[in-house]
C-alpha cells in the first residue's frame, strides 16, 4: 500500500486546511499523524475501515474532522480553527487492525507527510 498526503501549508491562527492522503490498492482503518520540531509523532485521529467509526486526540476534538471517500481510496482530515501548536509534519497511515489504533506502532504503512505552519 503507498499512500500520498496533499494539502499542507502556511494559515494564520484560526484558519483552516484540508489534508488528502490517497492509497493505492486496498482500504484499511487509518490514520493521522502529526509530528513537530522536537517532538514525538502523535495520533491525531483516524477512521475504522469497517463502519467508519472515527476517533480523535483530546487536543484536535471538535477542530478537526475526518472523512473518507472509499471510491476514490481517498482520506481526509479537514483542520478548523488552527493554532500554532498545530505546526507539524501531517502523516497519514494505514492499519489492518480492527478499530482505529491510536499507537503509531500498529500502522503498517506511512506517507512522506505534509507540511502544516499555522502562524501567529
Known amino acids: 500500500v503507498q499512500l500520498r498526503e496533499s494539502g499542507g501549508g502556511l494559515v494564520q491562527t484560526g484558519g483552516s486546511l484540508r489534508l488528502s492522503c490517497v492509497a493505492s490498492g486496498r482500504t484499511y482503518s487509518m490514520g493521522w499523524f502529526r509530528q513537530a520540531p522536537g517532538k514525538e509523532r502523535e495520533f491525531v485521529g483516524g477512521i475504522a475501515e469497517i463502519g467508519g467509526r472515527t476517533e480523535y486526540s483530546d487536543s484536535v476534538t471538535g477542530r478537526f474532522t475526518i472523512s473518507r471517500d472509499t471510491a476514490i481510496y481517498t482520506l481526509y482530515l479537514q483542520m478548523n480553527n488552527l493554532k500554532p501548536e498545530d505546526t507539524a509534519v501531517y502523516y497519514c497511515?494505514?492499519?489492518?487492525?480492527?478499530?482505529?489504533?491510536?499507537?503509531?506502532?500498529?500502522?503498517?504503512?506511512w506517507g512522506q507527510g505534509t507540511q502544516v505552519t499555522v502562524s501567529s
Open positions: 497511515a494505514a492499519t489492518p487492525r480492527v478499530g482505529v489504533p491510536r499507537s503509531e506502532n500498529a500502522y503498517h504503512y
